[in-house]
């Protein structure tokens, strides 16, 4: 093995190795049930897998165009028009990416240059905050407020500064589970105007949204529209993690810029699984039907912890659910998070590390994206806690 010789100034200095990837190694090391990661332990649709292997099958194993196949750019528009009435032209408004998280990286190194500020509501997805500073950026963080995760607009108003070019939004939100209301995305609309902020809005969770919940997409309002990417992941909607596609959407003048970067980074995306995605797109009930079965999975896995002492926050989106244990322990979340998964055979993901600097809720997330047996097994472990 070799070592760099020299001194290395990282710049990202205080990133490690993400939780993630620390509490599912521990779940396979103490074979602990894990409902850490958020990603199904149950099979994509047999469909869409049949339709990739036709399509490496029949030859489409070459480079596809930049911004993604033209069928499946078209397929997207549909939906956003069908779905939200939204108008977004295939040609110049709609990349496909490998992954949402690849797309609110480019989107953010697009516009973020050194010294900018962009806006993040705290507790973050992980990668918004890496994104922000290895482009230059400074986050600016606006707490959601426990423990309904609501959204304090007043804290946003005045976290806005002339410096601020970006801001960066996910409804269904994780790892709270919560969503924005229509009152939310007006008040953001109304917040915004008048600026030149641009809008990372991840919606990766756009069909994971429960109790008659209506999904609020920024494409809704014309004036968040003109400002957004809408960022979304064929990988959490048809439980195909693993395949790592998603999708940009924005105003022509925008997604130039995005491409400018994409070109230039991936430059393309996997050809077959676009060709599968264009034709499985058509089925619109396999996206339809996910808010029903993951509610059913989330209300199993609640009625499995009846009389437990761990108490349920509300989860009205996402496949997380989050459970408070101030009746069970005043461990840290990230100690009681390990000692579960050693001594109970149970793995979670403390919330804390989602802030930067945690309050003191004591909060562990759960996935409930897996099998019922998994889930009557580890509601059943946490129930004699
Ligand atoms: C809010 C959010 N955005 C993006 C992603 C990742 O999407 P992708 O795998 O398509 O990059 C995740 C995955 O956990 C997520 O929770």
Redesign the pocket.
Known sequence: MQTYPQPISSKLPNVGTTI?TVMSRLAAEHNAINLS???PDFDCAPELRELFCKYINSGLNQYPPMAGIIGLREAIAEKMQSLYGAVYDPEHEITV????????FTAVTAFVSPGDEVILFEPA?D?YAPAVEVNGGKPVYVQLRYPDYSIDWEAVKNAITPKTRMMII?TP???TASVFSAEDLRMLESVLRDTNIVVAS?E??EHLIYDGHQHQSVARYPGLAERSFV??????TYAV?GW???YALAPKNLMMEFRKVHQFNAFVSNSPVQYAFADYMKNKDAYLSLAAFYQKKRDFFLQGLNGSRFKPLPSRG?FFQNLAYDAISDERDTDLAVRLTKENGIASIPVSVFYREPPPHKVLRFCFAKSDETLARGAEILRKL
């Open positions: 993630f990661q958020g990603f990416t490998p992954g949402a998280t690849y797309a609110i997805y990668s996910n939100n994780n790892p991840d990766v969770y960022v979304n992941s064929f990988g959490k993690t790592k596609m998603g996402t």
